[in-house]
């Protein structure tokens, strides 16, 4: 883990966003502290990486999400050279995502 981010500023984030109980209340409070733009872009990387996982094409990722080819690299190198966050979170996750590829969802 990258050493940088073990700040007790990131480490109060993290138990606020622990505090959370559903989704309603993720909503609430995501909305508060990213803009519209952060939070679509955190959005569309983790279905970035959904797809990837899926094994679709860095074309058919752009064509449906959006996201250029630089993020897909992007995220193509956290999953496999990253510390397994993704495959962590998509374990135990009960539904996949929807890879709808719907750029306002």
């Not at 909305?31 to 996982?53: G, K």
């Not at 956290?78 to 750029?103: E, Q």
Request: glycine letters at 4%; hydrophobic letters at 35%.
């Amino acid at each position: 883990m990258n050493q940088k981010i073990h700040t007790d500023a990131v480490s109060y984030l993290f138990e606020a966003i622990l505090s959370l109980k559903d989704k309603d209340e993720c909503y609430t409070f995501f909305e508060d502290i990213c803009t519209i733009n952060e939070l679509l872009s955190l959005a569309q990387r983790f279905e970035v990486a959904a797809m990837l996982r899926s094994g679709k094409t860095y074309l058919d990722i752009a064509d449906k999400t959006g996201a250029s080819t630089a993020t897909i690299s992007r995220v193509n190198r956290s999953l496999n050279y990253g510390n397994d966050g993704y495959d962590m979170v998509f374990k135990r996750i009960s539904t996949a995502p929807s890879c709808s590829g719907d750029k306002n969802a």
